[in-house]
């Protein structure tokens, strides 16, 4: 089998995807743009949910302004292999989703905020891609941390699906399931365009509003 399997476009098999390793990734200790905690343990009552939604570096930044977000973080999960590298995620074999991790005070942010965020901030039709960024870590998900969530999520799919069908768009893609490990990815990805400001951000939403 070559490096990169048969198709990024496909989700490997379990059985074919890397090793990983036990080892977890060395982060920071403090959010390079909120100046909070990176890692757990967040506050009491807090909500955490993990949004997919193509490169993890322009969909962190969309979290950031958003009053009663306590921390962000981006990290791969979705997939098989614990504790892969970025490379290891972007030959295709591991399964895992870009994502980013936010924890947020639900008393000051509700959650459909969030969600609004989300289907605005991408295309939630492309299926395994994101604009030019092509492969199965660039898939569109939401991945919850509750019942309420999930029933949210499902609610807010069907409105938006409805709203980008009647103007013109395929169906959403987007995977909604609950929370899989989060593996923290590398620290010079995380807060990667507060620190790059001139970096790389493929980020690009349909123009649809999502009510």
């Known amino acids: 089998m070559s490096l990169f399997g048969p198709s990024k476009m496909e989700m490997p098999d379990p059985a074919e995807a890397l090793p990983g390793r036990t080892e977890a990734m060395e982060v920071p200790a403090r959010h390079f743009v909120l100046d909070v905690p990176l890692l757990p343990p967040f506050p009491p009552g807090c909500g955490i949910v993990l949004f997919g939604m193509g490169c993890f570096w322009g969909a962190e930044k ?3 302004p958003l009053d009663g977000v306590i ?3 981006v990290g791969y999960g979705a997939g098989y292999t614990p504790n892969p590298t970025y490379r290891e995620v972007c030959t295709g074999r591991t399964g895992h989703n870009e994502l980013v991790q ?3 005070d639900p008393d000051r942010l509700p959650f ?7 289907w605005e901030s991408h295309d939630p039709t492309q299926g395994m891609r994101q604009g030019n960024d092509v492969g199965t870590q660039y898939r569109s998900g939401i ?11 499902m609610s807010s799919r069907r409105a938006y699906g409805a709203r980008l069908a009647a103007a013109g768009y395929g ?6 399931r609950d929370a899989p490990a989060f593996y923290y990815a590398e620290a010079d990805h995380q807060q990667y365009l507060a620190k790059n400001p001139g970096g790389y951000c493929g ?7 999502c009510g």
Not at 143 to 153: D, H, I, K, L, M
Not at 171 to 176: A, Q
Not at 203 to 209: E, P, Q, W
Request: some cysteine; hydrophobic content about 50%.
């Open 143 to 153: 991945y919850v941390s509750s019942s309420g969530q999930y029933e949210a999520a």
């Open 71 to 73: 921390s962000t973080a």
């Open 203 to 209: 980020l690009g939403g349909t123009g649809i509003a």
């Open 112 to 118: 459909v905020e969030l969600l609004r965020v989300f």
């Open 102 to 104: 936010v924890v947020f």
């Open 171 to 176: 169906d959403i893609t987007t995977e909604i």
């Open 62 to 64: 969309c979290f950031w």
